[in-house]
């Protein structure tokens, strides 16, 4: 009885490249998990019955964010850009704060933005203004406690 040696094939480099760059975003995907977005320090409905922010008023600290919700049957906004409210001080930002806009947002939609300076943003939903869909978050020192 005659054993054949077999001869094992070797990959050429290109073969390699490949399977060393597979395992390499293998090992980094299983230690830093799939890259999801931050869960948000507070959450926002915007409503339809009646027309309105829940919760009205917020507090969070600075590097925090806040998720707006549209959990109505009709389109809503928040924005904190003065320009997009009809009347003065319903929407402004702190001095160099960067103001923020949902755009508008369809049933079942979210905005997230993260607050990256302190102080005090008022915010309008554009479309329902008039009916007081108007909201403030305040925002603290990262040192400081927040209420929520």
Same mark, same amino acid.
């Given at each position: 009885m005659q054993f054949r040696q077999t001869t094992t094939s070797r990959m050429s480099s290109r073969?390699?490249?490949?399977?060393?760059?597979?395992?390499?975003?293998t090992f980094?995907?299983?230690g830093v998990g799939w890259v999801?977005?931050?869960?948000?320090?507070?959450?926002?409905?915007?409503?339809?019955?009646?027309?309105?922010f829940e919760?009205?008023?917020?507090?969070? $600290?600075? /590097?925090e964010t806040v998720e707006? #919700?549209?959990?109505?049957?009709?389109?809503?906004?928040?924005?904190?850009?003065?320009?997009?409210a009809m009347k003065p001080g319903d929407a402004s930002t702190p001095p160099g704060a960067k103001?923020?806009?949902?755009?508008?947002? $369809?049933? /079942?939609?979210?905005y997230s933005f #993260?607050?990256?300076?302190?102080g005090v943003y008022n915010y309008v939903c554009a479309p329902h203004?008039?009916?007081?869909?108007?909201?403030?978050?305040?925002?603290l020192p990262r040192d400081q406690a927040s209420r929520r």
């Amino acid at each position: 009885m005659q054993f054949r040696q077999t001869t094992t094939s070797r990959m050429s480099s290109r073969q390699r490249c490949f399977v060393i760059t597979m395992a390499a975003a293998t090992f980094f995907m299983m230690g830093v998990g799939w890259v999801q977005a931050e869960d948000p320090a507070a959450v926002v409905k915007m409503n339809d019955m009646p027309t309105a922010f829940e919760p009205k008023e917020i507090t969070v $600290r600075v /590097g925090e964010t806040v998720e707006w #919700k549209n959990v109505g049957n009709s389109v809503h906004h928040a924005s904190s850009d003065p320009s997009m409210a009809m009347k003065p001080g319903d929407a402004s930002t702190p001095p160099g704060a960067k103001s923020f806009d949902s755009g508008f947002l $369809r049933p /079942g939609d979210t905005y997230s933005f #993260k607050f990256l300076q302190p102080g005090v943003y008022n915010y309008v939903c554009a479309p329902h203004e008039t009916s007081g869909m108007i909201g403030k978050v305040t925002v603290l020192p990262r040192d400081q406690a927040s209420r929520r």
